[in-house]
């Protein structure tokens, strides 16, 4: 049973440091492709208005912003810890079930 208990774990982590990866690349190349410019109808902001940042590289364009990511490492803590979580919950069948079988039974049928 720890063998696959210890194949979940180990899977889980991989997959959670590669989410990890994809994400902190993906969104904000996803941010900067699906929202590259929020302009402002002035100069100031009033009740409802976008509150990102200026961008200096538009000519040009007074009041236009720029929508950020931030990525907090609590969330991707929590991230992380959620995918090693599930990786364990999801082998845990497998796992007992594995166990409970017995070789000869198992090499019966490869």
Same mark, same amino acid.
């Given at each position: @049973?720890?063998?696959? @208990?210890?194949?979940?774990?180990?899977?889980?982590?991989?997959?959670?440091?590669?989410?990890?990866?994809?994400?902190?690349?993906?969104?904000?190349?996803?941010?900067?492709?699906?929202?590259?410019?929020?302009? @402002?109808?002035?100069?100031?902001?009033?009740?409802?208005?976008?509150?990102?940042?200026?961008?200096?590289?538009?000519?040009?364009?007074?009041?236009?912003?720029?929508?950020?990511?931030?990525?907090?490492?609590?969330?991707?803590?929590?991230?992380?810890?959620?995918?090693?979580?599930?990786?364990?919950?999801?082998?845990?069948?497998?796992?007992?079930?594995?166990?409970?079988?017995?070789? @000869?039974?198992?090499?019966?049928?490869?």
């Amino acid at each position: @049973m720890s063998q696959f @208990m210890i194949e979940g774990i180990m899977m889980s982590l991989m997959a959670g440091v590669v989410g990890i990866v994809i994400g902190s690349v993906g969104a904000p190349t996803i941010t900067s492709l699906l929202l590259p410019h929020i302009s @402002m109808f002035g100069t100031r902001g009033g009740p409802g208005s976008f509150q990102g940042y200026t961008n200096p590289e538009v000519p040009g364009a007074p009041g236009s912003q720029v929508a950020t990511v931030v990525l907090n490492p609590q969330l991707v803590l929590l991230a992380f810890g959620i995918a090693v979580l599930l990786g364990v919950l999801g082998s845990l069948y497998p796992a007992w079930r594995a166990s409970r079988t017995s070789p @000869m039974e198992a090499l019966r049928y490869e």
